[in-house]
């Protein structure tokens, strides 16, 4: 997908669900990398970026197969005390919208309303 492309799909996420990314302080301080650490599927890796910008980043590296990973691109925000993700839908990935409880060093997945696989006790540890 092109860059355009993907930059198209995320203004018109933004303006589909509403949510517009604003920086904040507390923004600033979650931004980074994060890893899932409780996946059932131990065949594959997530790794979830926030940018302090608003702009998230999710990429699904498969282990053991081929293609080696997914990337799905999006905005995140914080809301109540929660990080609310949503991703665009690429190859290999349906559209994601997720709801992260904010823990000392992690976020733990409390809502996943996209996606038949779960999400909702996926644990992510900044790394």
Known sequence: MSQRMTIG???LLIAASGVIPHRSPEMAALA???????????????????????SARLTTE????KPAST?????????????????T?????GKRQMTLSIQE????????DSTPEGGENWTFRRR
């Open 71 to 87: 990337t799905q691109m999006g905005v995140w925000t914080v809301e109540e005390g929660a990080v609310k993700l949503a991703l």
């Open 9 to 11: 799909a995320v203004v």
């Open 32 to 54: 980074g990398s994060y890893t899932l650490i409780s996946r059932p599927d131990v065949n594959q890796r997530l790794t979830l970026v926030l940018v302090k910008d608003g």
């Open 62 to 65: 498969a282990l053991v197969e």
């Open 105 to 112: 060093d992690s976020l733990v997945g409390i809502e996943n």
């Open 89 to 93: 839908a690429s190859s290999g990935a």
